[in-house]
C-alpha cells in the first residue's frame, strides 16, 4: 500500500469518471492517453464510468471505449473496458452528480472533459453535495475564458477541495519534450550558467502547426490562436525555458518556481502592442486544399479569429531582463515548427584576422519530433581561418506515454506536480490580458496568410 501525495489515503483503486465521455476530446485524446497508460510497464490500478447527457447503455460505451483502446491493446485495457460503465447524467443537476458519486465510491477523480461554461455549472452543483474525501477535480483547458473568470473559478474550486486535488489539466506538461527541459537545464553544467541576460540575445517558443481548423470552430473561433496556444500551453513552455533551479521537482518546488518566473512576465510594451496576429486565406497543404478561415463550416467573420498569434514578453528579474521571449503559434503554415530557440549575443571580440559570415550560436529544442541542436561556427575545411557554421544534432527519444497518457498517470496518482496551480493559471491570463484588449481595440492590425504558407509576407 502506497500513501497518495493529493489525499494522504491509503491506496485503493481509483475510479476515474469522465464528465462529457460522449465528446470528442474523450475519443480522440483521453481514452487513448489512457491505453498507452495501461499498455506501459506503470499500468494502472483503476475503474472507467462514462457520463453524459445522452441515452446510451453499458454496452454501446464499451464499445467506443474499446474503439478508442484499439491502438495501444494491453490485458490491463481488457479488464478496464470490461467493467466499465456508463451513466446517463445532467452534471449541472445535483441529484444526478449524487448518483454519479455513488457509482464511483471513495476514490474517484472526476474528469470534466467540458465546454468551461458547462465544467462551471458542474463544480456550482457539487458545492451542493457532500463530496467524499478522497476527491480530486480534472479540468480541461481553457481553464476560465479571462482573468476574471479563471480567479472566480478557483474561488469555487476552493470551496470544494484543497488545492492539492485540483488538477488543471494542460497536457503540455506531460510532453516528454518539454519535461526535456528540466533535465537539459539543470542536469548540465554546461548550458544553465548561459541562459541569462548576459548570454542570451533572445529566445523564441515556436509552435506552428499545419493542422487547420479539423471541425472545431465551436470552440477554436472564440478562443483564437492567442488563448488556444499561448495563453495556456506556451506560457507553461516559457515557464520551463526561464525558471530558475529549483530544490527538487516536486509539486510544491516545481510549482513554486514556475509561479515566480511567471508572476515577473509580462508583455514586451504594456499597452500590449508588441503582438502580430494574422488569419489564413485558402490555399494548399499537400495535397490538401484549404479554404479561407472565414469559409470554415461553424466560423462566424464578425469574431475576428485570429489563427496565428505572435507576442513579445518581458521577465523582470536579474536573470532575464531586456531579453525579449517571443512566443508564436499560427495554423495551417507551411512547415509544423515546434521549438525553443536561445540565440546567443554576439562574441565581445573576434580575434582579426578570423573571417566569414558569422551567425549567432543557436540551443534549439525541438518539441516535434524531440531534438536538441546546437548551431556553433567553427574553423572552415579549406581555409582554416574562414568561420563555417555546424550544428551538432541528437534526436531524442519520445517518452513511454503520450502526453495525455503522462497526465492521467499524474491524476490517478494523487500527483498535481504535472497539473497546472490556480495562481499559476491566473498569471497565464494577466499576461496575455493587454494583448487581447489592444487587440479588442484594433490597436494591433490583423494580417492575411495563405494556408499553406510561411505567414503574411510582410512577418518575414
Ligand atoms: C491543443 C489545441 O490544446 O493543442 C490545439 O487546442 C493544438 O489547437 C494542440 O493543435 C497541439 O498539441 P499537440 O500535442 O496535439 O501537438
Known sequence: MTDSPATGSAHRTRTLVILGAGGDLTARLLLPGLASLLASPRGADMRLIGVDRSAS??????????????????KTADTVIAHTSYVQADVSDPADLARVLEAAGPDVSLYFALPPA?????????????????????????????????????????????????????????????????GLRFANRIFEPLLSADNVERVDIVFDEQLALEGRAGYYDKAGALIDMIQSHLLLVLAFAAMEPPASVDAEDLRGGMAQVLRATRPWKKDGTASRRARYGAGTIGRRKLPAYVDEAGVDPSHGTETLAEMTLAIDNWRWAGVPFVLRSGKALADARQEIVFTFKPVPHLPAGLHGTTTPARLRIGLKPASLDLDLMINGEDDPFELDPVALHAELQAGQLSAYGE?????????????????????????????????????????????????PKSWH
Open 57 to 74: 447503455t453499458d454496452d454501446a460505451w464499451r464499445k467506443r471505449v474499446a474503439a478508442s483502446f484499439a491502438e495501444s491493446p494491453s
Open 407 to 455: 497526465v492521467l498517470a499524474s491524476i490517478l496518482d494523487g500527483d498535481p506536480t504535472l497539473s497546472v496551480r490556480g495562481d499559476v493559471a491566473e498569471q497565464c491570463w494577466r499576461i496575455v490580458s493587454p494583448v487581447l484588449s489592444a487587440w479588442r481595440k484594433d490597436a494591433v492590425p490583423i494580417d492575411t496568410y495563405a494556408a499553406g504558407s510561411a505567414g
Open 118 to 182: 458547462v465544467t462551471l455549472l458542474a463544480c456550482k452543483a457539487l458545492r451542493t453535495l457532500d463530496l467524499p474525501k478522497g476527491i480530486t477535480l480534472a479540468l480541461e483547458k481553457p481553464f476560465g475564458t479571462d482573468y476574471a473568470t479563471a480567479r472566480s473559478l478557483n474561488r469555487l474550486l476552493q470551496h470544494l477541495v484543497p488545492e492539492e486535488q485540483v488538477f488543471r489539466v494542460d497536457h503540455f506538461l506531460g510532453k516528454s519534450t518539454v519535461l526535456n527541459l528540466l
